[in-house]
């Protein structure tokens, strides 16, 4: 059995006959009864009958299987282009790989500039002033994409360092999310991985 985001519970049934007791997960239960379990993580349940004689008998565990969400990594890429209202876009493409989602979203997305090389040392600091929310698409199995587009000034193409702020959160049972990610570029928009 596996308990997703579309089914949120599951209902475990039996019937014992001729038991003197009957005991699910430990606890004392009628000998024909049903219980809805709603598990958190993946959890085996067990059904035990004692007999007149003082003898018992485990019926075959069942394991309901939790669908949470996980994510497995990201990846940012991004592109410069001519064009918009200040001379300069560039857009960001982030893909994210992700088990058992519904559905995600890009929350607080803003892009930042620092005139030095590294964020720590004094300079000067600039942050995009609108910060984006986008929802993710489904691009194949376990693979959510969102774009966004910043229009910045031309000056900022010669900037020492290049950032990109965002929240995530993808849905589902068990849903999951982080505040805060930050993903830094080099000078130019010659971007790479690091800081």
């Known amino acids: 059995m596996v308990i997703d985001a579309n089914h949120l519970s599951t209902t475990l049934s039996w019937d014992v006959q001729h038991a003197r007791s009957v005991a699910f997960q430990g606890g004392n239960v009628p000998a024909k009864g049903s219980s809805v379990q709603k598990p958190e993580d993946t959890t085996t349940y067990q059904l035990v009958a004692t007999w007149v004689d003082g003898s018992t008998l485990s019926a ?3 394991m ?5 969400v996980r994510v497995h990594g990201y990846s940012v890429d991004f592109h410069q282009a001519s064009g918009g209202p200040t001379g300069v876009q560039v857009k960001v493409t982030l893909e994210f790989t992700v088990e058992n989602a519904t559905g995600g979203s890009i929350n607080n997305a803003s892009m930042m500039y620092s005139d030095r090389h590294h964020w720590f040392i004094w300079g000067h600091h600039w942050q995009s002033t609108k910060q984006q929310n986008v929802r993710f698409t489904l691009v194949r199995q376990n693979t ?3 774009t966004l587009s910043f229009d910045i000034d031309r000056s900022v193409v010669n900037y020492g360092n290049v950032g990109f702020q965002f929240d995530y959160g993808f849905q589902g049972f068990m849903p999951t999310g982080q505040l805060g990610q ?3 570029w080099r000078g130019q928009f010659n971007f790479w991985n690091g800081s």
């Open 64 to 68: 309901v299987n939790v669908a949470r």
């Open 144 to 146: 959510w994409q969102c």
């Open 60 to 62: 075959s565990p069942v």
């Open 182 to 184: 930050l993903q830094m």
